[in-house]
């Protein structure tokens, strides 16, 4: 009995002793498992970490601690010999190139824990390394998924992107094969947001060059074939930023605007809103003379915004204000080669400016009533239809109680102009050549009352910047979008019938089997499948606004 005893305790012995060699030794200092537990406990317990600047636990600490429960206290990003791990070190890494994406490396602090890492400072224990580490790739990765502040104190009106599980991030990125490829899924599957980062980086190169200074305007615009004592400079500038072929030299030597410069020119104001014409005139030359630096500035704080976006999981309509551009991709991609766009006008600022938001387009209407908004009608119509009760008539408008398009109009009595007046009534513009609406609405029920619509007033279009409205978006071609929209609608909506329709003479409503969803969004820089970036003028103000929110 005592022989069997001694040879079991032999046989324990010899694996605990196999156990020891096979298992790598972990530093007394850092990692045995109850010391790092020991350490990290009281950190999780602090409204900051204790080395970091931007170390704030309040958002981030309930889920990371339940995680490092879940694990018994073990480190995430360190290895059993208390060094990073290869996915720390890639983390680290792609947060402190962080800039290549439009966000600032120095909230990571990446620098300052690669440093504590490599120099095992007594200043920062092992677990106050793993925890700066897992509060950081949060942060990080929260910034490329929803963005750095919340859209709506940026007035910008969109759903939110779909919720991150913070434990299981953080045991993904724990574990990626290929983290930068785990980081970059966290980001809109937007194109035209990989399309405009990519341009990042292009543009931060060609700001880093010396700036390219023009001389000063003369008294009058230069127009093609004109001199200008800055024509080598211009060339100079429009060939460094793609619009002039490198090519493309001087005819001899003058200092004038000749065709290549010309035709250059041309390309640089169509990517930056302007009336294609060549002419070097004060607006084109506000636009060459911007500092490459605030492109830059533009091209990130749009980025940051296109993070806002919900994901496309459907056909979509976008509408760029700054642009005033629309485009309608039939399926959830955002191909430029299957895309419908179009010119729109926008609101004017600052009164009635169009609100940035999304919502489902449910219906179209053709030949619409345009039903007067209360504040238009009180403060524009109101005056004149008290003044003379035939302004109604003259104007085509009636009184309405009834929201239906069927509602019997009122006599305009002086009892029932002050139920309008008191907002108890409705005013009304029949269907006509003179209807603000136009031919067609495209109706998008949301809280803000903006809807799409055609207009009568086509010559507004020839303008560059085109901010008229009252809110609501002009479409430049209402056929094509009504084409688009009703392709999936009950019964065949051919372009012969939507013509029809516009054209003719009763109020017809199309209900959408499908709905679409319309994103009215707000960017100043645009990349596109070509190679182009496109720059817009911020007219509502909104990217001054947003410096101001990221720099809290």
Known sequence: MRVRAIAFLARRL?????????????????????????????????????????????????????????????????????????????????????????????????????????????????????????????????HLHFGQVDPKTAAFNMPQRSALDVPHLLLRLAAAADIRAELASLEPKFQHYRLLKSSLSVYRRLA?????????????????????????????????????????????????????????????????????????????????????????????????????????????????????????????????????????????????????????????????????????????????????????????????????????PLAPTPEVIAQLAAGKLRLRQKPGADNPLGQVKFMLPNDYNIYLHSTPARELFKQSRRAFSHGCIRVSDPAALADYVLRNAAGDWTRERIEAAMSGADNQRVDLKQWIRVLIVYGTAVATEAGNVYFFNDIYGNDARLTKLLAR
């Open 208 to 408: 880093a060059q010396p700036p390219i200074l023009l001389p000063p305007l003369p008294a009058k615009p230069v127009k093609p074939g004109g001199e200008y004592s800055g024509a080598a400079e211009l060339r100079q500038l429009l060939t460094l930023l793609g619009d002039l072929p490198a090519t493309a030299g001087p005819t001899a030597g003058v200092a004038t605007l000749d065709e290549p410069l010309v035709e250059a020119l041309k390309r640089f104001q169509f990517r930056h809103g302007l009336q294609q014409d060549g002419v070097l005139g004060n607006s084109t030359y506000a636009e060459l003379a911007t500092p490459l630096a605030q492109r830059v500035r533009q091209i990130e704080l749009t980025l940051e915004r296109w993070r806002w976006l919900p994901e496309l999981d459907a056909p979509t309509i976008i509408v760029n204000i700054p642009q005033f551009r629309l485009f309608a991709f039939p399926t959830s991609e955002d191909s430029e080669a299957t895309m419908v766009t179009m010119d729109v006008i926008v609101g004017t600022f600052p009164r009635t400016r169009t609100p940035v938001f999304a919502a489902d387009m449910k219906f179209v209407k053709f030949r619409p009533y345009w039903d007067v908004p209360y504040s238009i009608m009180k403060a524009e119509l109101l005056p004149s239809i008290r003044k003379n009760a035939a302004y109604l008539e003259q104007h085509d408008m009636e009184i309405v109680a009834e929201q239906d398009d069927r509602a019997a």
């Open 14 to 142: 010899l694996c605990v002793l196999l156990i020891a060699v096979l298992l790598p030794a972990a530093p007394a200092q850092a990692l045995s498992q109850g010391g790092f537990a020991a350490e990290l406990q009281p950190l999780l317990l602090q409204a900051r970490h204790p080395f970091l600047e931007h170390g704030d636990l309040a958002k981030e600490r309930a889920a990371i601690e339940s995680l490092y429960r879940q694990r018994a206290y073990l480190p995430l990003w360190l290895d059993a010999s208390g060094a990073l791990t290869s996915q720390a070190s890639g983390l680290l890494q792609a947060m402190r190139a962080a800039d290549e994406l439009g966000l600032d490396p120095n909230v990571y602090e990446a620098a300052k824990i690669a440093d504590l890492a490599a120099a095992n400072s007594s200043d920062a224990s092992s677990a106050g390394i793993d925890l700066g580490l897992s509060i950081m790739a949060v942060r990080f990765a929260t």
